[in-house]
């Protein structure tokens, strides 16, 4: 354990120094290079956290929780920083469920610890998809369904006890009721121009097309 500590931060100390001396000699802007080296931060710590686990394996699962929460935490830090937060920070939503997945995964399995992970996945998801597609109207019901996914986790993987899938159907069912009303509402404004559209290729295709051989020979005959 030990010795495993001193290589990692005498690694931390060496990638430090290195982006000290480029930022110094003028390869990369020195601020820039701090705004990517205090995220490394947390995910340095959540390493220690992870040989504590190694450790101390199959106990001290506990460990897992923290080290899951920074090690998600620092990766969105730095995207955020590399890139920009707008499409990332639905991830700290997300980070304490990883944290409580590595539990799950490598500790005792208890099936209660899927109903925070399915709802705060659930709610992260949400936030990404509504931020990428800008459609908060629509997939907002995504934070109605959250519980149901928890529930509906602990249901799977747990007694599979009757009385939890009435909550899931009423939350989902509500969650569904909502979607319908916000995609409707949604496509509704571009109703009008998928009409005009479909009446204008129907009217070009209604020009362009060739009377049949029997009309035409008719149209002779006459």
């Not at 956290?49 to 935490?73: D, E, H, Q």
């Not at 620092?74 to 304490?96: C, D, K, Q, R």
């Not at 899927?114 to 709802?119: C, F, K, Q, S, Y």
Request: with cysteine.
């Amino acid at each position: 354990m030990k010795n495993s500590s001193k290589y990692i931060l005498g690694a931390i100390l060496v990638i430090i120094g290195i982006l000290t001396i480029s930022g110094n000699i003028g390869i990369l802007s020195f601020s820039w290079l701090l705004n990517l080296t205090w995220p490394m931060m947390f995910i340095a710590i959540s390493f220690f956290f992870f040989l504590g686990y190694l450790s101390k394996r199959p106990y001290g699962a506990g460990l897992l929780v923290p080290a899951g929460i920074l090690l998600t935490l620092g990766g969105t830090f730095l995207l955020g920083e590399i890139f920009s937060y707008g499409l990332v920070w639905p991830a700290f939503i997300a980070a304490p469920a990883v944290g409580l997945l590595l539990l799950y995964l490598f500790g005792d399995r208890s099936p209660g610890l899927l109903v925070p992970i399915g709802i705060l996945f659930t709610i992260a998801g949400t936030c990404f998809f509504s931020e990428l597609l800008n459609l908060w109207g629509v997939l907002w019901p995504g934070f109605i369904i959250a519980p149901a996914v928890g529930l509906f986790l602990l249901y799977i993987a747990g007694s599979r006890q009757p009385g939890l899938l009435i909550p899931i159907f009423i939350l989902t069912g509500i969650a569904v009721v909502f979607f319908s009303i916000g995609t409707f509402s949604f496509f509704g404004k571009y109703f009008k121009y998928v009409v005009g559209g479909a009446l204008v290729i129907a009217g070009i295709s209604t020009i362009l097309k060739k009377p049949s051989s029997r009309k035409y020979d008719d149209h002779n005959h006459y």
